[in-house]
Every structure is written in structure tokens, then in C-alpha cells.
DNA sequence: TCTCTTGATGGGAACGTTCCCATCCTAGAT
DNA sequence: ATCTAGGATGGGAACGTTCCCATCAAGAGA
């Protein structure tokens, strides 16, 4: 017996099962069933079922020219923020049809480029990028070929590519409007390098904004590469430096997670000096006396990227211009921020 | 000017601007460079680059039946513990020429039948997949035509297929010894519902089983929902009932979680009551005095998951029997079993 | 000089679809 | 009875590859 590996039926088999031609076949499978009359409706479905046969996707996309497969490239797929979004473009991508093909870059631009040539091998026919640095060629030249592009959380300058991501800007004022309220006077913000990721830059620079035009609020801004060392050091000086009450304002959850820890270490209480993180992680609620932070409506800002790939792909009419997307995070208040609370030891939030 | 959606350069049309046959430029770009004269290589490679030419992987998978597509099925993807795993198959994945397709089912096998069907419509050359419960008509029919499978973490009984997943019994072992090392004699084994989930029904089995031969050990086992009031509960009453030193044995990350938060709900200090997890998770050092887990290899395991697929697929010669890959976890100690540790308030571990 | 071998190159069919167009049939209009 | 319209159905080309086989030139051996 010759090894017969995974033998698909195809549009043929069935068609001559059936007794009919693959046209109708095809038409069957292809959504025009109300073409075909009951007779020959019937016969195909049975035919079909019993040989098991099930479309093949990949003769489709050749002739068709739709490959029904959105592309998403992630910069840290282990980023539970990456993860959410991914969950919604995920969900959005099948409720339209469509399936999701996704690269991991690592933060490494070699294997961005690598990926993106993939991704364009398999013709994708959009393309969601949360990407490293700057825009490879290989991007520059799939954009070129007209091809869609939505950028999540990170924009690319001199690129003329839709956007969706947080309203940073307005993060950075809810965050320090909350721990102003709070009555926490000096603040520390905490960023990862700040480099190139617009994020990243645009929370930096709200917060400098912030601090010299309210002349009650006295701060200090670094982005050290995070490691619990420098960290510490960075909190124990600005500690050493500030008056009471201070507060550090942490720029995502890997700062949040690298300042609690040094907190932890300098033995310092959560809320006598103030903690206030972008992102929202299941373990914020844990540690005592619970996190305050900015959660991302992740699942949103997913589905709205796939939105706006859909929207320029049956790009009827003329093509609209660019547009950037930007929700809003909500405010998840905990003791971290309650400066009357550094006296409770366990509370429950 | 016409609308020209991504256009792509063919094969012929680097053919006619290199003045060679589409043959040539076939063995260009399917690594027979070797077979080319020197004068074609360099005229093929030219006329590539200034046309942009990528192969088109569609065609490609039409006309071989090799899509170089591998598909991975996840019960949950913001599960952490799934991520990682997807993390090492997708870097085995790229690593082995081939793409992965992900498909999430949210536990629902409604889902799992939908995305198990697209699956296959791309015609993936390997599945693997972390099933929600019982296998689908899908999934057999799948199997019959000879798609290799793996079976990630859960198995699904009456499946011939290869298998990836943590040494279960070696890590309830581990569990039990260390929490009986450090002088706990009273173990509450919690889990989320058992079911048909082949790794709880492991874990749950095997502690009865050590329970039951080693009398120095008392315990009860509980498999709840997870919520809030409920992990209290069951944590509460068998703290009034057991006696000391007791400790909490969790099934799995999620339900650390929850055991976390019920004796912080219930002003429990981690460590007089021991708590040891399954899974490790960030935040797991964060908790004062920090808790103690058992990690699972994840990278490893998506790596080694892939391995079998590719190990199947080439299949030269007669096909070995199924197989089943365990791996051992790692203990990393902190003070949740720290028994002299409760006096301790901050520990920093 | 002629045949044979070898290596480089090209032509054409096939992969499983879709879709344009042709054909056939039936019924209504003349 | 003839013509026509329109719905149902089918044939065949095309999508961009790969791969089998054919062709051709050049050098080796007779």
C-alpha cells in the first residue's frame, strides 16, 4: 500500500460524485448556493460529505488573489500587552473571515525583516506592525506596493500609516491628575529607554510638560535599562532628594514590575510613597496593598486594527487619509495611591 | 490610472527582464542556485531585486502540497503558560522554514471545530494543539487522512497521537515532598474543575495516590470554580478542620491566583499556612515573602513539540509508534514554604 | 569524424480553485 | 408554431508555481 499522506478531496472528486460539474461545485462552496437548484444543492452537500472534502484555501487565495490571511508582527510576544491586543485582532480577524498569521520579532530587527518577507510570501493582504525601531526597507516597500498597514502603539515617523493605540498624552494627565489629587507632590516617572518607541516619547514628554505648568508639582524623569540594581538606586537617590509626599509614576508594566520590586527592597510601603503604573496586570490586585494603574482596553485597540485593514481593503472610493485611533485607559484605583493607607498592612483590594 | 492593489512580480516577469526561462529563476529561488551558470545567477538576481520579486508562497503551496504551514490550536492564548509555549514552537517554527498559524478557542469547542476546519482549509502540514475537551469528529477526520498531531499539555484519550507536556506525577511528587520536607503535614490540593483535562486529572490523581501512601501526610482535594468567595471558602473550612502546619497545593497557575488572593482575603501570612503552585509567574516573587512554584520548561516544550511534527513529517521509513514527551520541572523556593518565615514581613526573595 | 555523456537551459503540464462565457432547457410572448 | 428571455448548468482558461522531460552545446572517447 503506497503512504498516502493526507489525501484531500477535491472540487473534482466531488463534482464527479455527485454527478455535476465542478462549476457548481465551486458555486456551492463559494456562497452562490441559491443558484444551484434544491436538487443539485442536496447532491453536492451529501457528495461532499462523504468524501470529507473541505475547500482549499490556498488554490482559493491563488486564483482569487485573496489569501483571506492578516498579518500581525510583535515586537515581544511574551508582553502580556501584546497578548491582549493580539486577542482582539484575533477574534476580529474570524468574525470577518479572515485568519491571522503572526511573527514574533523579539525586539530584533533582523528578524523583523525576515518575518515581513514571509509574511509577504504567503501575501498576506494586510498587515498589523507593533514594531522595533525605525521602518526597515522591507516595510517601506510593502507600503509601496499598496499594501495595507495599521501601526499598534508604536508609530513610525515619516510614515503615512493608519495608527491605532493609547491616548498617551491623556494617560500621562489622568496619572498625574489622580496622584496630584492624592496629595503626592513629587513625582518620580520611570520609562523604559526611551529610544525611538513613540510611546514611549510621547509619555515622556507630557510629563515634562506637566511638571512646568503647575509650578506645585516638583519631579524628575529617568529611563534606565531595567535591571533591579539601577532601579533601586535610581529610586533610593530620588527618594534621598524629594520632599514628601513622592510618588513614582511607572511608563508600562515592565517598569511597574521593576519598581515594585525595588520598593519591596528598599523596604519602603506601597502608598507612603506613591505607585502608579500604565498597564493593568493580574498581579497588581496582589501585592499589598494593591497597585493603582492606567489599564489599556486592549481587546479594542486589537479589533479596531483589524477595522481599519478592513476598511482600506475594500477601499472603495478614494483612499482616506491616514488616521490614528487612540483610546482612552481607565483608572483602576488601589491602595498604592492612597497615601492614608500606608498604615494598613494587608488590606484587600 | 487604475487602482493597482499589490501587484506582485511573477515568476514570468523576472523571467522576460533577466532574458531567461521562469525554469531558471524557479531553480533561483527554490535553492537549486548551484545548477545556474554564474551569468544567469547574477541576472537572475538583479532582475529579482529590481522588480521587488518575492515567491509567492501561495502558488508555491498549490503546486507542491507543501503550504510550509504548521498550525497550533490554544485552549486559552492569554493563558501564560500557553504563550510561552507558543513562544519556543514559533522560533522552532521559523527556525525549521515553516510559519505558524494560531488559532485560540476560548475553551469552546464550538470554536474549536471552526478554526480546526480553517486549519486545515490552509492545508498546515502539522497540528498541534492544546484541546478544549473531548476530541472533535473534526479532529479524527483530521487524523485518518494522516495529519501529524501533537498533543500539547492535555491528551485526549483514544488518540494514537504524539504528545508534549510536564512530567505530572514527577511534579506532584516534587510538590509534596518539598511542602513535607519543610514540615507541613496537612495539604489542601486545590484545582479548577478536573474534567476531562488530562493534566489535572494527573496531578489530582497522584496526590490522592501519595495521600494515601504516606500516613505521616493528611490532606483533602478540591476542585472548584474559580471564584473569589468560593477559594475562600473551601480555604477557610479546611483550615478550621486540618491540623498544623498546613499547607495549599496549587493545580495550576490560575488557581494560585485565586488561593493568593482568599488568604490575603482571609489575613492569612503565606508561609504560616505554606502555598506552593504549579506554573510560575511573574508576580510570583512579588507577593511577600514571595511564592513558591514549580516551573515548567515551556520554551522547551513548544520546541520539542515541533521537533515531533517535523519528525513525523519527513516520515522516511515505517512511522514509529506514538510518543510522549515529558519534561521535569524546576522548584523555585520562596517564603510561601518557609515555615519559620511567617514572622517575617517583607522578605525579599 | 561520429557517437556518447554530461551539464546547462527551456517548454509545458499540473496543482485546485474561480470566473467568464457558452450551452441547454423551459416558459412566456408573438 | 416560432422566437426570445432568462435561469440552470457546464467547459475551459487562468492564477504562479514546480518538476518532468526535451533540447542543445561541448568535450571525451572511439
Redesign the interface.
Known amino acids: 500500500m503506497p503512504?498516502?499522506?493526507?489525501?484531500?478531496a477535491t472540487i473534482l472528486e466531488v463534482a464527479r460524485e455527485a454527478g455535476v460539474s465542478k462549476t457548481s461545485v465551486s458555486r456551492y462552496f463559494g456562497g452562490e448556493r441559491e443558484r444551484l437548484s434544491p436538487a443539485l444543492r442536496q447532491r453536492i452537500g451529501e457528495a461532499a460529505r462523504r468524501l470529507?472534502y473541505?475547500?482549499?484555501?490556498?488554490?482559493r487565495?491563488?486564483k482569487g488573489?485573496r489569501?483571506r490571511l492578516l498579518g500581525m508582527l510583535v515586537a515581544d510576544?511574551?508582553n502580556?500587552y501584546s497578548?491582549?491586543v493580539?486577542?482582539g485582532v484575533?477574534q476580529a480577524c474570524?468574525e470577518h473571515g479572515y485568519?491571522?498569521?503572526?511573527?514574533?520579532t523579539d525586539n530584533d530587527s533582523v528578524q523583523e525583516r525576515?518575518?515581513l518577507?514571509?509574511l509577504?510570501?504567503?501575501?498576506v493582504?494586510g498587515l498589523m506592525i507593533n514594531a522595533a525601531g525605525r521602518p526597515t526597507h522591507e516595510l517601506q516597500?510593502m507600503v509601496e506596493?499598496?499594501?495595507p498597514l495599521v501601526l499598534l502603539d508604536r508609530w513610525l515617523e515619516s510614515f503615512g500609516a493608519d495608527g491605532v493605540g493609547l491616548d498617551n498624552t491623556l494617560a500621562i494627565d489622568m496619572a498625574v491628575d489622580h496622584l496630584s489629587e492624592r496629595g503626592y507632590r513629587h513625582l518620580l516617572f520611570l520609562s523604559e529607554p526611551v529610544g525611538l518607541a513613540s510611546p514611549r516619547q510621547q509619555r515622556w514628554q507630557r510629563f515634562e510638560q506637566r511638571l512646568s505648568e503647575e509650578p506645585a508639582l516638583h519631579g524628575e524623569r529617568h529611563d534606565p535599562a531595567l535591571d533591579d540594581t539601577a532601579v533601586s538606586a535610581i529610586i533610593a537617590a530620588f527618594l534621598a532628594r524629594a520632599g514628601r509626599p513622592a510618588a513614582v509614576l511607572c511608563a508600562n508594566g515592565n517598569v511597574t514590575?521593576a519598581a515594585?520590586?525595588a520598593l519591596?527592597?528598599l523596604?519602603i510601603r506601597l502608598g507612603e510613597v506613591g505607585l502608579l503604573g500604565i498597564d493593568e496586570?493580574?498581579?497588581c490586585?496582589?501585592?499589598?496593598p494593591g497597585i493603582t494603574t492606567l489599564a489599556q482596553p486592549t481587546e479594542a485597540i486589537g479589533r479596531a486594527a483589524v477595522q481599519q485593514l478592513l476598511a482600506r481593503l475594500d477601499?472603495s472610493g478614494p483612499t482616506p487619509p491616514p488616521r490614528h485611533v487612540l483610546f482612552p485607559p481607565t483608572l483602576i484605583e488601589r491602595g498604592s495611591t492612597r497615601f492614608a493607607a500606608c498604615d494598613i498592612?494587608?488590606a484587600?483590594i
Open positions: 503512504a498516502r499522506p493526507s489525501r484531500h470529507g473541505r475547500p482549499n484555501q490556498i488554490a487565495g491563488l488573489g489569501s510576544i511574551r502580556p497578548i491582549a493580539m486577542h484575533e474570524h485568519s491571522l498569521l503572526v511573527a514574533n525576515t518575518h518577507s514571509l509577504a510570501s504567503y501575501r493582504e516597500a506596493q499598496g499594501l514590575l515594585t520590586r519591596q527592597a523596604g496586570l493580574d498581579w490586585s496582589l501585592v499589598p477601499g498592612d494587608n484587600n
